[in-house]
């Protein structure tokens, strides 16, 4: 892992998920820090430092969505990628209105979350990943 890669952060109570995206990420050459809650994201050091942080939304406890709304009301400024395994249009009607960089719904190719993150820690923010309507 290099220095000078941007941190990004995984958010998921699945720790399988939190194992294959860290693999992955670390494959690709960044660091990695997982968290299996929001709180344990939010009590971390890993949240000063986070370049783009790869959250579930429906999390034990806080979901994704409640995480990100204090985020955004705390003004850190994180990019933000939604994954679920419970997609469904209302869902991605919330994400859309969030903000988020990209919304991936699970199972989700390795390839789009990994240009997701190059957009996010990029800056280019413009075109979200979003899957098609339902």
């Known amino acids: 892992m290099s220095d000078t890669m941007p941190l990004i952060s995984?958010?998921?109570?699945?720790?399988?998920?939190?194992?294959a995206v860290g693999q992955?990420?670390?494959?690709a050459g960044y660091p990695v820090e997982t968290f299996a809650s929001a709180g344990e994201f939010l009590g971390s050091p890993a949240l000063t430092r986070t370049a783009c942080l790869v959250l579930d939304i429906h999390l034990n406890g806080?979901?994704?969505f409640d995480l990100q709304q204090r985020?955004?009301?705390?003004?850190?400024?994180i990019p933000i990628i939604?994954?679920?395994?419970?997609?469904?249009?209302?869902?991605?009607k919330m994400a859309r209105r969030a903000g988020v960089v990209a919304y991936l719904p699970k199972p989700f190719d390795g390839r789009d979350l990994l240009a997701a993150i190059r957009g996010a820690v990029g800056g280019d923010t413009?075109?979200?990943v979003m899957p098609s309507p339902l």
């Open 62 to 64: 806080v979901s994704g």
């Open 82 to 92: 939604f994954i679920t395994a419970h997609d469904d249009v209302p869902t991605r």
């Open 71 to 77: 985020l955004t009301a705390d003004r850190s400024g």
């Open 126 to 128: 413009r075109r979200p």
């Open 10 to 19: 995984v958010v998921d109570d699945d720790r399988s998920v939190c194992r």
């Open 24 to 27: 992955l990420l670390q494959a």
